[in-house]
């Protein structure tokens, strides 16, 4: 997601600097100690609560707290019951049959049905919502053809009937189980979602809830709102905390001052080489496996004369020391990318990492680079080329890699001027699903634990997170037959993802610099917390605080 899903680089979390908590003197209360409460903090604001158009992991955070949908992810990654009390898969893989438990309320009081969950699925494929995740329905009768604009939304294989919902899909989709956990097909009801109309999901006030939390306080812009336990959930009798504060921290020395008084309870030190250096040791932090990629997307639509030709991409990534990139960028954090996929997703059909197995062998070659750069211009007619690189503004590792990318780009390639542009992260994520860039350097982290979380980002050039536009044959042939014809069989899946590795490399349309791992500070005396690879970063359906 983004980060990206989808995101930046910084977690649903803030950064700190050695030390832990400090016991409540002039400062106040600890809150660290208050067991009805936890406390927690977002680096961005909350972009908005309408479920089919959240695109970012800081807003599908508070979504995935404050909704349910048919599973959620437990502790070691796999989906299990949530709002469904079972969910039945057909012996082919292209049915399943959700059953809901009985007596399901919304925030409200109100009924919540099967038909709330049709809803949902329809509203995401259809085209006049324009979801940047409709792609995720690919696969599910007749949803490419809604929305590409062909066939009504009332022809998508999703129907209720009583208290079942059933899927048919035109084949097998190994990852459908995790899409029954994702926060963006979580139900949504029709009434209140028309009688909003625009305003929906634009304050806490203009959603209702059908999770363990609900929010309060967010009038769309604030920084600081909160989670309250929702009564009328399900589960409700074990969600042990009444309330959940949360606040938007951007500054990583405010974020310091915060932890050190116990007012916040997890705190990212991944996102600094300075901060990380100064806590790994610490006997509190927890190293959680991310699915997350950092790389960079080159606008192909023609804006750019330069981008648009093949050999200057290719000169780009030859320029490109990803392993001393990533050192310098991260100071030994994150790990090299290999390639699109990030280390730490799933497994090949062969027991590899997926990374490992698909691993197109990008190579740095400032020699050939030169050559390549300097058969490009000719090719475009140009002698010099002028490229702005866009990235995320406080964010040390983004700034850390561009500049880096600037001072090896201006080395190695003779006659190209890199200009750096830093912007809010709301204001990346604009610019880039607008074509308004350059280069941009990206994040994603997958939505769930498959390679199609990953590869069905570009699987067109119109598909909601190919933000350059581009168009490789190849890639869409073989990404075509991983989720289609060779959906059913693990080893020709893996050889597809492997195919498309290579296609995106020939043709350089992405440049892979860093694969995550995430390390955090982690208050003791919280218990029950659920931090995933993928999806939902943190689910605080059953945590609570204890005396220790």
């Not at 941009?440 to 939505?447: A, K």
Request: proline share 4%; aromatic share 10%.
């Amino acid at each position: 997601m983004e980060t990206w899903k989808k995101w930046t680089l910084a977690a649903a979390a803030v950064l700190v600097v050695a030390g832990g908590t400090r016991a409540a003197g002039w400062w106040g209360a600890d809150k660290s100690k208050d067991k009805n409460t936890l406390n927690y903090a977002l680096v961005t604001e909350i972009q908005t609560m309408d479920l089919s158009k959240q695109v970012d992991q800081y807003s599908s955070t508070i979504a995935g707290n404050t909704g349910a949908n048919l599973l959620r992810m437990d502790a070691d990654g796999k989906p299990v019951p949530d709002l469904a009390k079972s969910v039945d898969v057909s012996e082919d893989g292209k049915t399943y049959i959700a059953h809901l438990r009985s007596g399901l309320k919304w925030s409200d009081g109100s009924s919540l049905t099967a038909k709330d969950f049709v809803y949902s699925w329809q509203r995401i494929v259809d085209p006049k919502t324009a979801s940047q995740y409709a792609y995720l329905a690919s696969g599910v009768q007749n949803a490419d053809d809604i929305t590409a604009g062909k066939k009504p939304v009332s022809d998508l294989g999703v129907s209720a009937d009583g208290d079942t919902i059933t899927f048919k899909l035109d084949n097998p989709m190994p990852q459908f189980k995790s899409l029954l956990t994702f926060t963006n097909f979580m139900p949504q009801k029709q009434s209140f979602v028309e009688k909003q109309g625009s305003k929906y999901g634009t304050t806490a006030e203009k959603q209702i809830y059908s999770g363990p939390y609900k929010l309060e306080g967010w009038n769309g812009t604030n920084n600081k709102f909160k989670t309250v336990k929702n009564d009328n959930y399900w589960d409700a009798k074990n969600v042990k905390t009444k309330t959940v504060n949360w606040q938007v921290v951007k500054k990583p020395e405010t974020a310091v001052e915060l932890y050190k008084k116990g007012e916040i309870d997890r705190a990212g030190i991944y996102n600094s080489p300075e901060i990380y250096k100064a806590n790994k040791n610490n006997k509190d932090v927890t190293k959680v496996p991310q699915a997350a990629s950092t790389y960079l997307e080159y606008n192909q639509t023609g804006k750019n004369k330069f981008l648009a030709n093949e050999k200057i991409r290719q000169a780009l990534n030859m320029a490109t020391n990803r392993a001393e990139a990533t050192k310098q960028a991260s100071g030994g954090i994150f790990d090299t990318a290999t390639g699109l996929v990030s280390n730490n997703l799933t497994k090949a059909a062969n027991g590899q990492d997926l990374a490992t197995f698909v691993n197109p062998g990008y190579e740095y070659d400032k020699d050939k680079a030169s050559q390549l750069f300097a058969e490009g211009l000719k090719e475009v007619g140009e002698t010099k080329m002028d490229v702005t690189l866009l990235g995320d503004a406080d964010t040390p590792i983004t700034k850390n890699y561009i500049d880096y990318l600037k001072q090896a780009w201006e080395s190695n390639l003779k006659g190209i001027s890199v200009t750096e542009k830093f912007v809010p992260f709301k204001q990346r994520l604009q610019d880039q699903q607008s074509q308004n860039f350059d280069i941009v350097l990206n994040n994603w982290t997958g939505d769930y634990p498959d390679g199609s979380t990953f590869y069905d980002l570009f699987k067109s050039p119109t598909a909601g997170n190919n933000d350059g536009q581009f168009k490789n044959q190849a890639y869409i042939d073989a990404i075509t037959k991983a989720d289609g014809s060779d959906a059913n069989d693990p080893v020709a899946r893996s050889n597809d993802f492997k195919t498309a590795e290579a296609a995106l490399k020939d043709q350089a349309n992405i440049n892979p610099l860093g694969s995550w791992n995430a390390y955090y500070l982690v208050r003791p005396n919280v218990k029950n917390v659920v931090m995933n690879s993928t999806g939902l970063p943190i689910d605080l359906t059953h945590a609570y605080r204890t005396d220790k």
